[in-house]
């Protein structure tokens, strides 16, 4: 590895890599490390790196859509009731031609307009 190999792997956005050990315990960089403490400095940045990619995220399970009856019955009003609320705004999806509901959202929008007491 060249001299100047540090600097060139900063300016692709690698990064630098973590100084290695040399004789005597000393901390030396790149260019004073032997080639096979470069492999093995390199291999675990890269491991590491990958593992901060690819770490599981969290299952967030989807709400439900609801469709006008359900969400009726959810909010405990009438079908005509819901009708009339989307068309002043209620936040709802397309499924098709029917709109689905997500009822956090619709709580929330509720309460935004003052329709629906905190409790």
């Known amino acids: 590895m060249r001299a100047d190999s540090a600097p060139r792997l900063r300016r692709r956005g690698i990064g630098t890599l973590p100084a290695a050990r040399g004789d005597g315990g000393a901390r030396v960089g790149v260019a004073g490390a032997g080639l096979a403490q470069v492999l093995d400095l390199l291999?675990?940045?890269v491991a590491t790196k990958l593992e901060e990619r690819i770490a599981p995220t969290p299952a967030v399970s989807p709400q439900p859509l609801l469709d006008r009856k359900k969400l009726a019955e959810a909010l405990g009003c009438s079908l005509p009731t819901v009708d009339k609320l989307t068309r002043e705004g209620l936040p709802h999806l397309r499924v098709g031609d029917s709109p689905r509901?997500?009822?956090?959202?619709?709580?929330?929008?509720?309460r935004a307009r003052g329709a629906v007491d905190g409790g």
Not at 101 to 110: F, G, K, N, S
């Open 43 to 45: 291999a675990e940045l």
């Open 101 to 110: 509901y997500e009822l956090d959202r619709a709580i929330e929008h509720l």
